[in-house]
């Protein structure tokens, strides 16, 4: 009799709404892709993970699972695959190794999650290997936090949405406590997304970047929470409740300096348009929804400042060519913009990034892989074949 050969696939995922603010513990709304990250794996008898990729740019890697893992160099693509294992080791402390052999058809550092659709995917060949289960909430937060190992301190969206999407739906992630709601993308609509040719390396320079907003975004909100009298260990969902934008901002604008008022103010405001991007999804008023993906590429380019000249440029082309509306997806700093316009405009869009962003960089003969259709797809599975 043949072994059975067993597959985990983990989707990527792009952020439709909801920028920079799921470590703020305010909710987002993303949808998994159908591009993903697969692992064919076997299980071992002894704690050694064997993993290679089909992508000759990725060295083999192997390492033994414990509680606490060295890393590799940062930067090194098995640092993902080690905290996953690390993470589990601390949950599940008899787990054995895996060998693993991974392929990807995501485009690495474009801001559509290939690093934690890799640990996701890992995670789970350790999990069905050695027989374990996880529910799957425990496991997203367990996951979430496991990142953090490999030195970005992520909010915890992309493991949720990676783990718990549904095929045709957006969801949106609430934190404390973590929750999952679906709501189906309207047909008719399409999501296209365009990568800017910028790569943004959440293991490499973006990473300073990227932690220094969760730390400012906390200092304000613990200014703010003074000045309003309230506890100094009140979260954002707690201070949208105690006041109202308006007075929050007013009050931001008399107690923070430098950047603060202006990080705050995208995280307060970007807060209340995925609470209004959920509806208008619902409603199917397609014409709202791009008015808020635009105003978000505003906030995050003026006032969060993680945008790029790149980045700017895609968006503003995508409008001009005919999508409703644009916006930088994912950490920003290079990467990706997801764009909305009607199905039968998509053609068009991409037309004319070809001919008005890419052949002018050189690239547009590889238009296919650099702009995608984005479809709504089911969270990461484990296949035998
Ligand atoms: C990265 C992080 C997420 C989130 C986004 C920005 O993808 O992993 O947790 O913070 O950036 O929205």
């Not at 970005?152 to 969206?157: F, L, N, R, S, V």
């Not at 220094?212 to 506890?231: H, I, K, S, T």
Request: glycine letters at 8%.
């Amino acid at each position: 009799m043949t072994p059975h050969v067993h597959v985990v696939r983990a989707p990527g995922r792009v952020n439709l709404i909801g920028e920079h603010i799921d470590y703020c513990g305010l909710s987002v709304l993303p949808m998994a892709l159908r591009r993903s990250v697969r692992i064919q794996f076997h299980p071992r008898s002894d704690r050694e993970m064997r993993l290679v990729n089909r992508d000759p740019r990725f060295a083999p890697s192997a390492f033994a699972v414990s509680e606490s893992i060295p890393p590799a160099a940062a930067g090194d693509w098995g640092n993902y695959a080690r905290a996953a294992a690390q993470a589990l080791a601390q949950r599940f402390p008899d787990l054995r190794g895996v060998n693993a052999l991974v392929e990807s058809d995501l485009p690495i550092a474009a801001g559509l999650s290939s690093s934690s659709a890799l640990l996701v995917a890992m995670a789970l060949a350790m999990l069905h290997a050695n027989g374990v289960s996880v529910a799957s909430l425990e496991l997203m937060d367990l996951l979430g936090r496991g990142e953090r190992y490999v030195g970005t301190a992520g909010g915890g969206m992309d493991q949720a949405i990676i783990l718990g999407a549904r095929a045709g739906c957006a969801s949106r992630i609430d934190f404390h406590p973590l929750r999952l709601t679906p709501t189906a993308v309207p047909a008719g609509w399409q999501f296209i997304v365009a990568w800017s040719l910028v790569h943004a390396e959440k293991s490499g320079a973006a990473r300073q970047a990227y932690n220094e907003r969760p730390r400012q975004c906390d200092e304000a909100r613990r200014l703010v929470a003074a000045r309003l009298g309230q506890r100094e260990d009140i979260t954002y969902p707690g201070l949208l409740g105690a006041a109202s934008v308006e007075q929050l901002l007013e009050l931001a604008g008399a107690t923070l300096s430098g950047v603060l008022p202006r990080r705050f103010r995208h995280v307060v405001t970007e807060g209340t348009r995925v609470v209004q991007a959920e509806a208008a999804m619902a409603a199917g008023d397609l014409a709202a929804f791009a008015r808020l993906l635009d105003a978000s590429h505003q906030s995050l380019r003026d006032d969060y400042e993680v945008s790029h000249p790149e980045l700017d440029r895609l968006v503003e082309l995508a409008r001009e060519a005919g999508a409703a509306g644009a916006r930088l997806t994912g950490a920003g700093f290079g990467g990706s913009i997801v764009a909305l316009c009607r199905v039968e405009r998509a053609p068009e869009v991409v037309a004319a990034l070809r001919e008005r962003f890419y052949a002018p960089r050189g690239a547009a003969d590889e238009v296919g892989r650099h702009v995608f259709m984005a479809e709504p797809s089911a969270g990461a599975e484990v296949m035998r074949t």
